[in-house]
């Protein structure tokens, strides 16, 4: 105890925070790039896939950042790939898009990774290539001397509200499994790059507490989306899925919370620091 005082005590506040991924962490991305007609607006909030702000967002205001130092690369619609010939570019062109334009990093920045999800729902059969895509993404941020990362895994698939009662819910959860026991393997390995802290966001077992005991969270309804076609539910609070695929901006708001536990636990923060939620 008294060794993980000492290296909390030791540790910088976070000035920079570098996000890659999909629509689960896009601020507006694919908003710009269509001119602003997607996701449309209402009733998507301004550029978000979610009624609402996106957990990065909570994550940043946790932490006490400014706008001006979140630098977002996620994209809606992203797999794990390079993606060259794709209108959206995955995680690993956000990844080298990124290293163009910094070839030095801040060490005192965070940096966030999110991905796979895209890969499995489009139809990829295995999690090697989304895992080697992942651990790849990692080393490139180790090599530019990137210290803290944090890296989620995925919720179940299967139980998607668009993808439980299909005949693919069975497979999809089988691919969820598999990727983050690879991804739990993986990250051990990277673990061992020196100076490089990593972080897990378990998505995974938030997503199975909700759905298990909704009345903790403060859901009424961890079934169904609130926004169908084109009618939306009375109290998306209550609610832990906006659309069939994305959660509300509640569900949100406690995955901010929990990242921000995790990077508190892996001594990335010191206990006091970041503001209380907004």
């Not at 507006?28 to 550029?47: D, I, L, S």
């Not at 651990?135 to 698939?157: Q, R």
Request: overall charge neutral; charged content about 10%; aromatic content about 8%.
């Amino acid at each position: 105890m008294v060794g993980l005082t000492t290296s909390i005590q030791n540790t910088h506040p976070i000035t920079q925070l570098y996000v890659f991924g999909d629509s689960l962490s896009d601020t507006g991305t694919v908003f710009r790039a269509t001119g602003g007609m997607y996701p449309p607006n209402p009733p998507y909030f301004q550029g978000r896939y979610s009624n609402g702000r996106v957990w990065v967002e909570y994550l940043g205001n946790r932490l006490d950042l400014s706008p001006n130092q979140v630098n977002n690369f996620a994209y809606g619609g992203a797999t794990t790939g390079s993606d060259r010939n794709s209108l959206v570019p995955g995680l690993l062109a956000q990844m080298q898009s990124f290293i163009q334009t910094h070839e030095k990093t801040h060490s005192n920045a965070l940096y966030v990774v999110w991905a796979g999800a895209n890969d499995y729902l489009q139809g990829v059969s295995s999690a090697a290539l989304p895992i080697e895509n992942i651990t790849k993404a990692i080393a490139s941020l180790a090599d530019v001397g990137a210290k803290n990362i944090l890296v989620a895994n995925l919720p179940d698939l299967g139980q998607l509200p668009a993808t439980r009662t299909t005949a693919n819910s069975a497979s999809l959860s089988a691919l969820t499994q598999a990727h983050n026991q690879g991804l739990r393997r993986a990250l051990k390995v990277s673990q061992q790059h020196s100076d490089l802290q990593i972080a897990t966001l378990d998505t995974n077992t938030l997503y199975r507490q909700a759905i298990a005991n909704p009345a903790t969270f403060g859901f009424t309804n961890v079934v169904n989306p609130c926004l169908a076609g084109s009618s939306t539910c009375g109290s998306p609070d209550q609610f832990l899925f906006w659309d069939g695929i994305h959660p509300t901006t509640s569900a949100h708001r406690i995955l901010g919370e929990t990242a921000f536990a995790a990077i508190q636990d892996a001594g990335m923060v010191n206990s006091l620091s970041g503001k209380l939620p907004s």
